[in-house]
């Protein structure tokens, strides 16, 4: 129900901010600003699922991993999540060129984004991994599965399901996170939205354009994580409602 | 003398300073049943959890089926055991839990196909027949597919019971199987633990609080006190003429209390 409401809520909006901007002469911004928009999901897309991937490693290497492995993911967590975003995109992108490692912006970009939102995502997994009762370990040691196999097939899926709320927060943190790559010459939707802004002064309709575009795309992660929520939470929550 | 199933030799458990077992003994035969009873905290659960290797135990070794379970034998001496060694012997053993414990997203179906197809590597077709039978056999043949939530809670301890004879154990340890329930659902679980003991050949060890139960379905009885086996014998002696003091003490205030 409530999903049906934040897409109707979404697409709603998003006709109503072109309709207006149609009227209201904004029409001429919409092309470049869309262009901007699609750097953004792109980069949004692949820094989420470059987060998802680490955060798993590295709550796993630090939950259950040995000693060096361990290590690495508490430095990898804790410098991640303790330094700016903004200076981890700087870092990546002028000094690793100094060390021989010359990447393309777009890859910086989502390497940045991703480590950066995979060190908090670690936490996430860590605590939800936690949250499973300890009965469900005891019942899959009596069942004499090793302990890999029990992540897998007992733990990780019923964490899954306590994982996805704070991983759309994530989501969306890291949406809103992709306007900085406007600084290493990206043309994202910020990038664009400045650089009309300069040439034109029409401040008042790009900005608000651009607003909207940011909160159509956040509203559509939080719709798309809330159908996983639906499914992945079907096979416990049964019978519960009845 | 034949091998006893299950022998712990001078068992220690301790958590910091609080020992909970005290240099335990105690064999238990291939088939017997044995009922342990005790107040709470005499180390009672604790038996069959180390038994289940869910708790390390401090000094002694435990004996499955003549082996080592905790430890194994090289160049002559007792070394603590590697896995591989720990899951081939612990493979004798399956645990009923007081909470069930069922895997929430999975069927009842899936919970008793589970470890046979991913640990004892059973076809999938073999191991849902086999796991039909079971649920057939505990009484849930017509709800295989329904998930845990969707059960009462003496379903759910009868799924439970599928799922670990599904992995073919030679000994099955109960822990307050019947605790968690309502009164009325007692009953159902109770009669699937006695259809198991007369139909297959296995050995039993569980720890309750139903005396009566106890009374007439083991073979023997252990009083736990203190860490230590404070009282043993045949039910009707435990029950009827109580040597020990404690044990006295414990059964009037069990009965009192129903």
Known sequence: MQLRSLAICAIVFFTAGLAVASFAGFREFIPGLLEGALVTIQITIGGCVLAVVMALLAAMAKMYGPAPLRWLAVAYIEVFRGTSALVQLFWLFFVLPHFGILLEPLTVAIAALGLNVGAYGAEVVRGAVNAVPRGQWEASVALNMPRTLALRRIILPQAFIAMIPPWGNLFIELLKATALVSLITISDLAFKAQQMNQTTFRTIEIFTIVLVMYLAISILITVGMRWLESIAARGIARGRSQ | ?258
Do not use: W
């Open chain 2, 1 to 258: 003398m034949t091998t006893p199933m299950v022998k712990f030799d001078k068992v220690t458990k301790r958590y910091g300073s609080l020992t909970v077992l005290d240099s335990l003994d105690l064999e238990i035969a291939a088939n017997e049943k044995v009922a342990i009873i005790g107040p709470s905290g005499s180390g009672k659960t604790t038996v069959l959890r180390m038994l289940m290797t869910l708790e390390r135990i401090n000094e002694g070794i435990i004996y499955v089926d003549g082996e080592p379970l905790t430890h194994m034998e090289k160049n002559g001496t007792l070394v603590p055991a590697d896995q591989r060694h720990l899951r081939r012997v612990r493979g004798n053993i399956g645990m009923v839990f007081q909470h069930f414990n069922l895997f929430p997203h999975m069927s009842a179906i899936r919970n008793c196909m589970e470890a046979p197809v991913n640990v004892l590597g059973m076809p999938k077709a073999e191991a849902r027949e086999r796991a039909a039978e079971l649920l057939d056999m505990v009484g849930l043949g017509d709800k295989v597919d329904q998930y845990p939530s969707q059960l009462s809670g003496g379903q759910q301890q009868r799924v439970a019971i599928a799922r670990a004879l599904a992995m073919r154990p030679k000994v099955m340890l109960f822990d307050e199987v019947t605790s968690a329930l309502d009164p009325e659902l007692v009953g159902e679980v109770l009669n699937v633990i006695r259809k198991l003991g007369s139909e297959h050949n296995l050995t039993m060890l569980m720890v309750t609080h139903q005396m009566g139960f106890a009374r007439e379905f083991a073979d023997r009885v252990c009083f736990f006190y203190g860490g230590k086996i404070a009282e043993e014998g045949a039910p009707d002696e435990i029950f009827s003429n109580p040597e020990n003091e404690r044990t006295r003490q414990f059964l009037s205030a069990v009965l009192e209390a129903n």
